[in-house]
C-alpha cells in the first residue's frame, strides 16, 4: 500500500504563529517547532485546530485545539515531545524497511537532518 503522505500546510493560512524550542532524546537539539491556529483543515470542517511542524519542515501535524488542551492539560512542549518520540521510532521502522514507499521517501527528505540516526 503507497498511502498519500506526509500532510504538507501552506503556513501562509495559519493564524497567531509561535514558535518554541524543545530537546528530545533522538533529535539535534534544540528542534524549534512551530504552531498556529486554523479553521480551514478541510478534514476538521470548520474546527479550530492547532497546525505544528518541526520548522524547516512541511509537514504539518493537526489537532483540534479542545483535544490538544485535554490531554495537554495546556503543555503543549510534551505534546509535541510525545508525538516526535513516537514519530522518531516510526521514522526508524521505514528507514529499517529501505524507504520503500513515496511518502517515506519525502519523509526522509524533510526529517534526516533533524533525527539521530
Known amino acids: 500500500m503507497n498511502l498519500k503522505m506526509p500532510n504538507n ?9 509561535k514558535i518554541i524550542e524543545i530537546n528530545i ?3 539535534i537539539n534544540p528542534l524549534e517547532i512551530e ?3 486554523s479553521e480551514k483543515i478541510p ?4 474546527i479550530t485546530c492547532y497546525c505544528w511542524r518541526v ?12 483535544r490538544l488542551d485535554f490531554i495537554s492539560s495546556g ?3 510534551k505534546h509535541f515531545s510525545n508525538v516526535l ?11 529499517e524497511e529501505g524507504f520503500i514507499y513515496d511518502w517515506s521517501r519525502e519523509y526522509k527528505k ?3 537532518k533533524f533525527i539521530v540516526i
Open 85 to 95: 518520540e513516537i514519530f522518531r521510532e516510526d521514522y526508524l521502522k521505514w528507514k
Open 25 to 27: 532524546t533522538g533529535w
Open 9 to 17: 500546510l501552506d503556513f501562509t493560512n495559519i493564524n497567531d504563529i
Open 110 to 112: 524533510q526529517f534526516s
Open 75 to 77: 503543555n503543549y512542549e
Open 43 to 46: 478534514a476538521y470542517k470548520g
Open 55 to 66: 520548522k524547516g519542515t512541511l509537514h504539518t501535524f493537526v489537532i483540534p485545539i479542545s
Open 35 to 37: 504552531y498556529g491556529i
